[in-house]
Every structure is written in C-alpha cells, then in structure tokens.
C-alpha cells in the first residue's frame, strides 16, 4: 500500500525552526521527485519547494526561499522540510506528494495527510 506519512509539525515562537518529515511505504520514494506544500485556513494550497530525484535540483517558491531547505534520505526513504526562522505567516497545513516523475513535472500522485505548523508568540 503506497503511503506518505508527515510529521514533525507543531507550535513555534517566531524565529524558531521546525523540520517536516515526510515517511514513504510501498515504493521508492527516490523513483519520484518530490514536492512540499501548504494550506493556510482560508487560503488555497500553494506548492513551496520540490526535489528533483533524477538529478537532485531543487526548487523553492520566493516566500521561502533561504529559509526552507527539502532534502532526502534515500536509505531511510524518507525527505525532510528544514524550516528556519519562521513566521507566522508561515502557519499551515503542510502536505509532501510525489511527482509522476523523477523531476518536478508538476503532477502529482501521491499525498500525505498533512501536519500543523503554527508559528506564534
């Protein structure tokens, strides 16, 4: 059964850093790149970093960018969202999916169910 499990959100001071974990069972998640997103209440889903698997490029949306970094655990088949110096707008819903393809195509197959990041004084 294919799966992606996130974890590791929760509540952090402005400032602050959290890493997401994202946990793949039933297949390779070095197959496929791989993207993060998030969902603010009210706000629609907006994609904010993908790995590429074929050559390793990443990709991060201006809002992050120097702030978050994507990475990947090939034995533990797993990738991460390093998240440093957060806001609070930064506050979400984040999700991991997998591209159909080995490189940030744009498709997405797979989702996660998403942790809570909540960035607050």
């Known amino acids: 059964q294919v799966q992606l499990v996130e974890s590791g959100g929760g509540l952090v001071q402005p400032g602050g850093s959290l890493r997401l974990s994202c946990a793949a069972s039933?297949?390779?998640?070095?197959?496929?790149?791989i993207g993060w997103f998030r969902q603010a209440p009210g706000k629609e889903r907006e994609g904010i970093s993908c790995?590429?698997?074929?050559?390793?490029?990443?990709y991060y949306v201006d809002s992050v960018k120097g702030r978050f970094t994507i990475s990947r655990d090939n034995a533990k088949n797993t990738v991460y969202l390093q998240m440093n110096s957060l806001k609070p707008e930064d506050t979400a819903v984040y999700y991991c999916?997998?591209?159909?393809?080995?490189?940030?195509?744009?498709?997405?197959?797979?989702w996660g169910q998403g942790t809570q990041v909540t960035v607050s004084s």
């Open positions: 790995m590429s698997s074929s050559d390793g490029s990443t």
């Open positions: 039933g297949f390779t998640l070095d197959d496929y790149a």
């Open positions: 999916a997998t591209d159909i393809r080995n490189y940030c195509s744009g498709y997405w197959e797979y």
